[in-house]
């Protein structure tokens, strides 16, 4: 019979690796963004590339960061205000990235994306060879979803809904062997603990039950995806295969310690 934590720490394998992290992390509970959140973050990641990782972003925050620029108190609910709030934030958001990797000199590069990328063979092909050609120049993509335009229609899903689906996505078609998610919470627990003081956290995940599903209710203020979202994340990863850890965004440098075998947050790995 082996422990859990045993388990837990042959989750070492990281070479190609994606990186998800949530508007609660881009920008703060007043609505302010976090900037010494995004530094570290830049630094934590440029140290993994020098380290030989391969290492992919999979960033949210546009509207978030939009908001607070537009000084904007809530998200608006009309669909072309939602575009033009991510048209807004997205080149911000790249400037202050673009800014905060420069600082340690790492470069990076953009790319937008849309569902119907992965339904369309060419286009993903063309998707996953700019993102091989970053990688073997040692520069690490920053992806968000393309809000702009992926605004679904009745007979077509051009939008993948939220961040924790694109990145699982991106995690296995890029060939990455895991997922770390950053999120406001510093675990997977039994119900949402701002909800219910009683939750527990949940090292080991191993597989996503109905009852797992039932405590993930609720999202952070400005996240859109929750926690249900990241649970069909890391079901559709392990279904390929491959691994997720869930950990809090509030010390970027814990992706280090995870890369290095140590067990933080909640890994979700298949038996
Ligand atoms: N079982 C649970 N365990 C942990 N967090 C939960 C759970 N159920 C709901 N949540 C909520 O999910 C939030 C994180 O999801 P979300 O707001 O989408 O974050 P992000 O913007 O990082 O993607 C937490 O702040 C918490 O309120
Ligand atoms: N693409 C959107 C983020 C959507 C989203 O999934 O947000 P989150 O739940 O915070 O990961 C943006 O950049 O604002």
Partial sequence: MQLASEKIQQADHWQRLVIKVGTSTIVEASGEINYPIINRLSQTLTQLRKDGHEVILVTSGAIGVALQQMKIAKRPTAIPEQQALAAIGQSYLMAIYNQSFAFYQQHVG???????????????????????????????????????????????????????????????????????VLSDINALYTANPYVDPMAEPIPLVTRITEELLAGAVGSSQLGTGGMATKLYAADYLMSKNRKMVLINGDNPATILDIVNGQQVGTLFKGE
């Fill in 110 to 180: 953009q790319v937008l994306l849309t569902y119907d990328v992965f339904s369309n063979k060419q286009m993903l092909s063309n998707t996953i060879n700019a993102i091989e050609s970053m990688l073997a120049q040692n520069v690490i993509p920053i992806i968000n979803e393309n809000d702009v335009i992926a605004v679904d229609e009745l007979e077509h899903q051009h939008s993948f809904g939220d961040n924790d689906r694109l990145a699982a996505i991106v995690t296995h078609e890029t060939g990455a062997e895991g997922l770390i």
